[in-house]
């Protein structure tokens, strides 16, 4: 079978570098595009034009918006003196998808990590910090994944909010050994959110 023309190729060769799809899926992808232009297409191309023209992080929580301040950040009923902080953005849309949590959220943008020299500074614990005082919080959820990094990274939380009069809470059963938000079904993620205990 001839190699499809090089234009194609080097769609699927992008394709196949997004997470959850390899050569064989994107090579799906694509063909199914090709073959579908005005009704798929067409519309993803204008979708991803205009996405990476607006997408940019909150300046509050640390999602992606495509506003200066996300949805979930703008929304008063939100304000419930809850922060549930996750490591990065796909860990927030995993929370959200469960529907449980009505609070706001702050995205740290890693996990502490001695070996590849990721410190305090890097992360944005010293907005956590900032927000916990400014937006009379009442509970900090550590939504973080059960891995050692993780479990580093929410002591070291636990301990800078120590002293400040708030509830400090961790996800409970449910949430694997290793295991990390994004990968984990929506029931599990909510059973985990309901089952929280003092950290």
Not at 96 to 123: C, I, M, N, Q
Request: proline letters at 5%; glycine letters at 10%.
């Amino acid at each position: 079978m001839d190699k499809a023309p090089n234009e194609i190729e080097t769609l699927i060769t992008q394709l196949a570098r997004l997470p959850g799809l390899g050569p064989r899926s994107a090579r799906r992808a694509v063909l199914h595009l090709i073959q579908r232009r005005d009704m798929a297409l067409r519309p993803l191309l204008a979708a991803l034009e205009r996405v990476a023209q607006s997408a940019q992080t909150c300046a509050c929580c640390g999602n992606i918006s495509n506003l200066p301040l996300c949805e979930i950040c703008c929304d008063p009923k939100r304000a419930t003196g809850e922060i549930c902080v996750v490591e990065d953005v796909a860990d927030l849309w995993a929370m959200e998808r469960g529907a449980v949590f009505k609070g706001r959220y702050h995205v740290l943008g890693g996990t502490l990590s001695a070996l590849d020299a990721v410190g305090p500074e890097d992360l944005r614990i010293p907005d956590l910090m900032a927000r916990v005082q400014a937006e009379g919080v009442r509970e900090v959820i550590l939504a973080l994944g059960a891995t050692v990094d993780g479990q580093t990274t929410a002591h070291y939380i636990a301990d800078a909010l120590s002293g400040l009069g708030l509830a400090v809470t961790a996800l409970a059963q449910g949430v694997p050994m290793g295991g990390e938000l994004d990968y984990l079904d929506d029931g599990t993620i909510g059973a985990a959110l309901r089952a929280r205990k003092a950290f």
